[in-house]
């Protein structure tokens, strides 16, 4: 597997087509023309409603489409970003519509790459990919897997895509549920450290906006260290707890409280659910 920060600025052709352009979609548009990926004329967008097209036409400079099929046919990238009980209507729509010279990357929660390259013509890349929010502020993680047609370059093509808002990895696509849990479900479990962390500086005396803000930087810091460094947690955990300090207090309370097996087990749990969710989903779809 491989990982991949931010992508420098530079061209590649590239003329995406981004089917469901919502909060997600217009976050990668920005992210690719910022990070000089493609140019605003060289983006097509489709949404649910004509007026939010028109809205994101003169907001980003894209060409707003009159159809999904429209889109697809300018493209040599297709995003498919659409709801997930959109998402087979939509290929039923496209899918016959692309060619071996095109990819197709899914953000689609829970599809797989089987629905997708039974929904696609033969011979078409299909690249699986799975976000997480804070990609709006360009600090996501975004996991991609490749499908039986996707070589080296069409995964690399896609990392690009999503570097322009964060991090990528690529794994096998048996992890991607696990990848929900993890990365796509994590951060509402550290909205709550967070939330708990600040609670916990105004009851011994903080304000409340100052609280939040060391708490928030708190999280953002020790996540750096951890992927700057590239050392265990514990080993950075060892380096704050000094003997008879206070930290080793706060920690006692950490593990007694259970902390840990919970967050373990929300990780655990929030997987179980994504396959559950994939199944009523698309369980009809997947034959």
């Known amino acids: ?122 011979n078409v890349p299909v690249v699986r990919a799975m976000p997480n929010t804070p990609a709006l502020v360009r600090q996501g993680m975004t996991a991609l897997a490749g499908g039986s047609h996707a070589k080296p370059e069409h995964l690399e093509r896609a990392e690009k895509l999503f570097g322009a808002v964060g991090q990528t990895i690529v794994l096998d696509e048996r992890h991607m549920d696990a990848v929900t849990g993890l990365s796509a479900s994590g951060p509402a479990f550290i909205y709550i450290v967070i939330e708990s962390l600040a609670d916990g500086g105004v009851k011994v005396g903080l304000p409340r906006d100052v609280s939040l803000r060391l708490a928030a930087q708190t999280v953002l810091g020790s996540g750096a260290m951890v992927r700057e460094t590239g050392q265990h947690p514990a080993v950075l955990k060892d380096a704050v707890t000094t ?37 009523e989903l698309f369980g009809d779809h997947a034959k």
Not at 8 to 28: D, F, H, K, W
Not at 263 to 270: N, T
């Open 1 to 122: 597997m491989s990982a991949r920060a931010a992508t420098p600025r530079s061209r590649v052709g590239l003329r995406l087509a981004v089917l469901g352009a919502g909060q997600l979609g217009e976050t990668l548009i920005r992210g690719m023309i910022d990070a000089g990926l493609a140019s605003a004329a060289d983006v097509t967008v489709t949404t649910a409603h004509g007026v939010r097209s028109a809205e994101l036409a003169k907001r980003l400079g894209v060409r707003a489409a009159q159809s999904n099929a429209d889109a697809v046919a300018r493209a040599n990238v297709v995003l498919l970003a659409v709801k997930p009980q959109q998402a087979v209507k939509v290929l039923l729509e496209v899918g016959p519509r692309l060619t071996a010279d095109q990819l197709l990357v899914s953000a689609v929660a829970s599809l797989s790459l089987h629905i997708l390259e039974r929904h696609v013509g033969a």
């Open 243 to 279: 003997p008879s300090g206070t930290t080793i207090d706060g920690i006692l309370e950490l593990e007694e409280g259970g902390l840990r097996v919970a967050l373990l087990k929300a990780v655990v749990r929030a997987t179980r659910r994504a396959t559950e969710r994939a199944h």
